[in-house]
T-cell receptor
Framework: NAGVTQTPKFQVLKTGQSMTLQCAQD?????MYWYRQDPGMGLRLIYY???????DKGEVPNGYNVSRLNKREFSLRLESAAPSQTSVYFC??????????????FGPGTRLTVT | DAKTTQPNSMESNEEEPVHLPCNHS???????IHWYRQLPSQGPEYVIH???SNVNNRMASLAIAEDRKSSTLILHRATLRDAAVYYC???????????FGQGTTLQVKP
């Protein structure tokens, strides 16, 4: 099992450019999440998908869109990148959103720099 | 959302026990206490979680105060590989929307 995989590992964008971060999991999990982590800070939830076909905003959704392509894949799109979006982005998945019973598994992260 | 308070950093010697504290004085009756850790340059990983009773697993133990206003993560024998940021998180148990604070950075000295 690869677990949660993310591509790319690193990316540099210019202000105004767009890009899509890809995430896939092979654990047959229903729920998937996107977080961002700024230097020296904890993770903040951007968007989540409780199950295939649903997505919802988290704590910091502005400037992002998501697509739950199928049960395995959950992508994060930056339509017009800004320097404030320089961060490390983590994707995670869990069997369901019932955190009382199921832990979240995290990917290795994508380090994004916007100049 | 109920908040947690953790020390910014702690040090430990290798092969000694480590007690990582977390205060959560505004915890509600339905909040679970979760611990995740983040090794350098990696995504977080689950450590342990509990509601009221103390919990043990292969990685650690979780001791929860009787009034649930604080808890302690116990690593029984710290190794160099345990050097990480440890996050104490409260969640009602059915939202999955974990809120990570700044955590405690644990240094383990050989």
């Amino acid at each position: 099992n690869a677990g949660v995989t993310q591509t790319p590992k690193f990316q540099v964008l210019k202000t105004g450019q767009s890009m899509t971060l890809q995430c896939a999991q092979d654990m047959n999990h229903n729920s998937m999440y996107w977080y961002r982590q700024d230097p020296g800070m904890g993770l903040r939830l951007i968007y989540y998908s409780a199950s295939e076909g649903t997505t919802d905003k988290g704590e910091v959704p502005n400037g992002y869109n998501v697509s739950r392509l199928n049960k395995r894949e959950f992508s994060l799109r930056l339509e017009s990148a800004a320097p404030s979006q320089t961060s490390v982005y983590f994707c995670a998945s869990s069997a369901t959103m019932a955190s009382a019973f199921y832990e979240q598994y995290f990917g290795p992260g994508t380090r994004l720099t916007v100049t | 959302d109920a908040k947690t308070t953790q020390p910014n950093s702690m040090e430990s010697n290798e092969e000694e026990p480590v007690h990582l504290p977390c205060n959560h004085s505004t915890i509600s009756g339905t909040d679970y206490i979760h611990w995740y850790r983040q090794l350098p340059s990696q995504g977080p990983e689950y450590v342990i979680h509990g509601l009221t009773s103390n919990v043990n697993n292969r990685m650690a133990s979780l001791a929860i105060a009787e009034d649930r206003k604080s808890s302690t993560l116990i690593l029984h024998r710290a190794t160099l590989r345990d050097a990480a940021v440890y996050y104490c998180i409260l969640d009602s148990g059915n939202t999955g929307k974990l809120i990570f604070g700044q955590g405690t950075t644990l240094q383990v000295k050989p």
